[in-house]
């Protein structure tokens, strides 16, 4: 258990709907990562929140957008779903925002049909 | 973009056997980190690696760091059943924490 909390587990949705994934970093760290894992891309960055800003961006659409709250959980709000966006959306944590250790969380599978 | 290509793409080893797989890039990283998926699974780490040249062990995990900083290599020695899983290697950058992953090996293990 790497004390990281993602809620839910799975999703199951249509195209063009909106869902929210939701992400507890483990005690005391800081920097919340979102990242996709899908058959073709591998697990690819999306966007890193440090203390309730955003740190850096990756390969996040703008259909996609995160926050992060001040008890430092995190959401991860995907819009005008499309079939294509199908993955499972990882969540990790870690103290700082440099040269720091990654913890992943368990995962959200999301399936759109 | 940055990318690791990480080989081989999939192992079936008899249980007992070594196992190395490895990582190559073409852009320099500050940090090289191992992680280890099952099923169902977020990715756990296995080793991180900080210093160029940096040999680090886990157990019956070994890690290397390149000379170079692009590249990294994980060695398993007398693999078990547990062993089964997806490994990944990670690259992180010189500035910033996003983390680039390789594409992962797959490995089985016959017992």
């Known amino acids: 258990d790497s004390g990281v909390t993602q809620t839910p587990k799975h999703l199951i949705t249509a195209t063009g709907q909106r869902v929210t994934l939701r992400c507890s970093p483990r005690?005391?760290?800081?920097?919340v990562y979102w990242y996709q894992q899908s058959l073709d891309q591998g697990l690819q960055f999306l966007i890193q929140y440090y203390n309730g800003e955003e740190r850096a961006k990756g390969n996040i659409l703008e259909r996609f957008s995160a926050q992060q709250f001040p008890d430092l959980h995190s959401e991860l709000n995907l819009s005008s779903l499309e079939l294509g966006d199908s993955a499972l959306y990882f969540c990790?944590?870690?103290?700082?925002?440099?040269?720091?250790?990654?913890?992943f969380g368990p995962g959200t599978r999301l399936l759109v049909l | 973009g940055q990318q690791l290509n990480q080989s081989p793409q999939s192992m079936f080893i008899q249980e007992g056997e070594d196992v190395s797989m490895n990582c190559t890039s073409s852009?320099?990283?500050?940090?090289w980190l191992w992680y280890k998926q099952d099923p169902g699974e977020g990715p756990v780490l296995l080793i991180a690696?900080?210093?160029?040249?940096e040999l680090t062990s886990n157990g019956r995990l070994t890690a290397q760091f390149g000379i170079t900083r692009k590249d990294s290599f994980l060695n398993i020695s007398a693999s078990i059943p547990s062993d089964v899983g997806i490994y990944f290697c990670?690259?992180?950058?010189?500035?910033?924490?996003?983390?680039?992953f390789g594409a992962g090996t797959i490995l089985r293990v016959k017992s």
């Open positions: 005690s005391g760290d800081l920097s």
């Open positions: 690696l900080y210093k160029a040249g």
């Open positions: 852009s320099i990283f500050n940090t």
């Open positions: 990790a944590s870690s103290r700082g925002t440099y040269q720091e250790t990654q913890y």
């Open positions: 990670a690259g992180q950058l010189q500035y910033g924490n996003k983390l680039v």
